[in-house]
């Protein structure tokens, strides 16, 4: 991707930024999970402390949520953290002296565990999710 053509919003800049990247990997994204990424992009963003945090105390604090909404909740965050720093700031594992593969490993069990909990249609995506984890991560990284 070498020219950045500005959208006139947020969710039509990430939406562009991804079909580019989907495009030349020649791959396709389901439409949900593509929606979905879309918004967690978009939600990071506006993260001042989005770097802020240790991903296994995360992941130990959602397993030890009260109640299964604010568990499912909690995991999602975890799991789309990981995603994010594993195709936008790889570096950043890099930093903390922890494998990328780290990131990867946490995400994935973060979307296993949202979809065996989950009772919508938010399942689906959750195991499209962890099982495209690293599809996703290229195509982020395509993006940087």
């Not at 020649?26 to 949900?32: A, K, N």
């Not at 995991?75 to 990328?100: H, M, Q, T, W, Y």
């Not at 490993?105 to 099982?131: K, N």
Request: charged fraction near 20%; aromatic fraction near 10%.
């Amino acid at each position: 991707m070498q020219r950045l053509f500005l959208q006139p919003t947020e969710l039509a800049q990430w939406d562009a930024l991804l079909s580019e990247a989907q495009f030349h990997a020649e791959v396709s994204l389901d439409t949900d999970v593509k929606a979905y990424l879309t918004h967690a992009l978009i939600r990071f963003s506006k993260q001042i402390n989005l770097a802020d945090g240790i991903i296994a105390r995360e992941m130990l604090e959602a397993l030890g949520q009260a109640g299964r909404r604010y568990q499912l909740q909690a995991l999602r965050e975890v799991g789309d953290r990981c995603l994010i720093f594993s195709g936008l700031f790889p570096g950043r594992a890099a930093r903390r002296k922890v494998n990328l593969r780290y990131y990867i490993d946490m995400g994935q069990s973060a979307y296993h565990r949202v979809a065996s909990l989950e009772q919508t249609s938010f399942a689906e995506i959750a195991v499209a999710l962890r099982d495209n984890f690293q599809l996703l991560v290229t195509l982020l990284s395509s993006i940087r």
